[in-house]
Nanobody, 124 residues
Framework: QVQLVESGGGLVQTGGSLRLSCAAS????????MGWFRQAPGKEREFVAA????????YYADSVKGRFTISGDNAKNTVYLQMNSLKPEDTAVYYC?????????????????WGQGTQVTVSS
């Protein structure tokens, strides 16, 4: 079992920044991927970013490329999502998740451990 707890959400103005954290406990493995997803009201959950627990390549949705950065601290079992130049369309509940596959995927169905989510609201 893996437990994931997100934090760092809040209200920010357009152009502002936030850093989300995802603290993991339990059975984590360096070969799995950690992903960030988001879900806005009335919309489906969408992929935001991913990286392997052990580091290496990072992957981003086109909508956040160049503005968001995923990183991790293995010693703290924590993954971060640095969000800069925020836009109102970034408003959503953000979730972190651990994959159940050993390759990069942006499909939420291939992640089996999820946090409770943290709200990010960007005002215009």
């Amino acid at each position: 079992q893996v437990q994931l707890v997100e934090s760092g959400g809040g209200l920010v103005q357009t152009g502002g920044s936030l850093r989300l954290s995802c603290a993991a406990s339990g059975r984590t493995f360096s070969s799995y991927f950690m992903g960030w997803f988001r879900q806005a009201p009335g919309k489906e959950r969408e992929f935001v970013a991913a990286r392997k627990w052990s580091g290496g390549s990072t992957y981003y949705a086109d909508s956040v490329k160049g503005r968001f950065t995923i990183s991790g601290d293995n010693a703290k079992n924590t993954v971060y999502l640095q969000m800069n130049s925020l836009k109102p369309e970034d408003t959503a509940v953000y979730y972190c998740a651990q994959s159940r596959v050993l390759y990069y995927t942006g499909r939420s169905s291939e992640y089996d451990y999820w946090g409770q989510g943290t709200q990010v609201t960007v005002s215009s």
